[in-house]
């Protein structure tokens, strides 16, 4: 099992930036691929980004699409999400996730077998 803390959330007016932090432990960090997902009140948890284990190959839903950016830092066990050009409805709490197969990208929440806590971030305007 791997544990994940996401760091970096907080208040931003819209059209500003912030980069969402999420540290790994517990498993081989490299093999993995990584995904983040956003919950915003009253809605149902959804896919933002997804990286490879290599971070060769990157996936993005079409609303942060141009906007955000996911990488990773494979010596360092940490995955990022850059956010710019933030808008009031990319206000939600933040979810990194590990996925459950070694060698594979997932965008599906069912293939993520490990969660962060959540970091939340406020876009106003």
């Known amino acids: 099992q791997v544990q994940l803390v996401e760091s970096g959330g907080g208040l931003v007016q819209a059209g500003g930036s912030l980069r969402l932090s999420c540290a790994a432990s517990?498993?081989?960090?490299?093999?993995?691929?990584m995904g983040w997902f956003r919950q915003a009140p009253g809605k149902e948890r959804e896919f933002v980004a997804a990286?490879?284990?290599?971070?060769?190959?990157?996936y993005y839903a079409d609303s942060v699409k141009g906007r955000f950016t996911i990488s990773r830092d494979n010596p360092k066990n940490t995955v990022y999400l850059q956010m710019n050009s933030l808008k009031l409805e990319d206000t939600a709490v933040y979810y990194c996730?590990?996925?459950?197969?070694?060698?594979?990208?997932?965008?599906?929440?069912?293939?993520?077998?490990?969660w962060g806590q959540g970091t939340q971030v406020t876009v106003s305007s």
């Open positions: 990286i490879s284990w290599d971070g060769g190959s990157t």
């Open positions: 517990g498993r081989t960090f490299s093999i993995y691929g």
């Open positions: 996730a590990a996925g459950l197969r070694p060698f594979q990208v997932h965008t599906a929440q069912a293939d993520f077998g490990s």
